[in-house]
């Protein structure tokens, strides 16, 4: 029997886009004929996963996980919404984020890691899946907070069950896990999920960002003919506006529309100590398509 050394199954990889333990099984049954093992792979439906690579994925879900302390959120990309309530796909996703909470908020160490009862990686189980479902996937992103001796919690809004939706928040509070401080870690949650803030305090904010904010309202300012000292005090009060719509503290707090979010922590006798938000799909350019234009063309008119 051939020698399947481990380039010939890198070589089948790269190929035709299936998994490592695949493409050696391939290569076995084939007794290392590559082009045989390409044969037994598209049979099997997994060399298709290597087509579907370059289309657009902006689907799927978010997902998150819990245990002491920590919170993780991951996305992964399918190209449709239909996917997203596929219970295979769900299940990875659900997977994907429990690994993320022991591997960490590196996305190639995730991709990396051993991907439980397959004897894949994650980035193999991936191609896997996209065999079987018939769609491009991709785990995208990941974020974990880690809250040594403090609370972790997550909120997910539009959650086709629990811990997976379109849109993911996760939240680090300071202070020993007790249900009032859980309650308030879901709050500020949901609180973030809808008021989509730059930053957690003054001192974060983009400085790029907040010179740009100050050169609009400094034009804006000057535009009603004040004197400079009036434009100062003019830029100064817009600023504050501007701290209170982009930064998470200074927000007012959605529950109650009075109360600032700093405050409601404070009172709570915590602090945020990080706070991340996923929304499925942002920043990824979508395709376009003009369905009648496309039926028009498979009929040749």
Known sequence: MAEITAALVKDLRETTGAGMMDC??????????????????????????AKKSGRVA?????????????????????????????EAFQNFVETVAKLALEVGEDVEALKAAAYPGTGRTVAEETVHLVATIGENMNVRRVAVINVPGGTAAAYVHG??????????????????????????????????????PDALSVAEVDPAALEREKNVL????????????????????????????VVLLEQTWVHDGESKVKDVVKKAGSNITRFVRFTLGEGIE????????????????
């Open 286 to 301: 979508k395709e376009v398509s003009d369905f009648a234009a496309e039926v028009a063309a498979a009929a040749g008119v």
């Open 58 to 86: 902006a689907e799927g879900l978010v997902g998150v996980a819990l245990e002491a302390g920590k919170a993780a959120v991951v996305e992964v990309n399918a190209e449709t919404d239909f996917v997203a309530r596929n």
């Open 159 to 196: 959650a086709l069950k629990p811990g997976l939706g379109k849109i993911g928040v996760i939240v680090g509070l300071e202070g020993n896990a007790n249900e009032a401080l859980e309650t308030l870690g879901r709050q500020i949650g949901m609180h973030v999920a809808a008021t989509r």
């Open 24 to 49: 050696k099984k391939a290569l076995t049954e084939a007794n290392g004929d590559k082009e045989a093992a390409i044969d037994w792979l598209r049979k099997k439906g997994l060399s298709a996963a």
């Open 218 to 245: 400094s034009e804006q300012a000057r535009a009603s003919g004040k004197p400079e000292a009036i434009i100062e005090k003019m830029v100064e009060g817009r600023v504050k506006k501007y701290y209170e719509d």
